[in-house]
């Protein structure tokens, strides 16, 4: 199971790499955009910080704006993954892309048929929408069990990478769920680590060490 990080804020994923887990970063227009940055900036700063792939996306609604941008993307670093939304043209382009080898998944998915059509195309990826999901009055996490049960009942290849994780119980269910890759916010990232009772027993065994020192000065 992956964990990407969903971010263009550079000391966040600088911050969040040395944990030790993330295995890259996603983008997006939204996203880009707050960070005050223009998109060939953001990934190729990305790219430098993270080791693994970086998920652009295009901004194009034609096919032929498609396929530019996702093979323009290409030329901004080595590991550079073209998101591309869920749309007819999407579709289209995604299947040009596949057969000119360029590195393209779906995004912006909120439906098990555009699922299916992506995992159909090849797609590198296919990125349903969790919390969109559930503010929409569906159930997020049980579409993405059922994507996931589909693509490894037919053995396709496309990653399922759950997006717009809002939270760790969401987070948890999606990797009980067997989920391919989770994608989310440093914030949801960094409330994997704390708990009150690893920070209980860590004081406990600070007071009964004392003032003894560290083991590696006897």
Do not use: C
């Amino acid at each position: 199971m992956k964990l990407y990080l969903d971010t263009a804020d550079r000391d966040r994923i600088t911050e969040a790499a040395r944990l030790g887990v993330v295995d890259g970063v996603t983008t997006n227009p939204s996203i880009v955009a707050a960070a005050e940055l223009g998109y060939r900036e953001a990934v190729t700063a990305i790219a430098d910080v993270v080791d693994g792939p970086v998920f652009a996306q295009v901004l194009a609604d034609d096919v032929e704006g498609i396929v530019r941008e996702a093979r323009g993307y290409q030329e901004w670093a080595d590991d550079v993954v073209a998101k591309i939304p869920a749309t007819r043209p999407g579709f289209e382009a995604l299947a040009r892309l596949r057969d000119e080898d360029v590195p393209a998944g779906t995004t912006v998915v909120f439906s098990i048929e555009q699922a299916v059509l992506a995992a159909k195309n090849d797609a590198s990826f296919v990125a349903p929408y969790v919390g969109r999901l559930d503010d929409a009055g569906e159930d997020g996490v049980d579409t993405v069990r059922r994507i996931q049960h589909i693509y490894d009942t037919y053995g396709f290849e496309t990653e399922v990478l759950a997006a717009s994780v809002r939270n760790t119980t969401q987070a948890v269910s999606l990797y009980e769920a067997g989920v391919d890759a989770v994608t989310l916010s440093p914030d949801v990232l960094d409330d994997h680590v704390p708990h009150p009772k690893t920070d209980e027993g860590v004081a406990g065994f600070e007071a009964a060490w004392g003032d003894r020192g560290s083991p590696i000065d006897e």
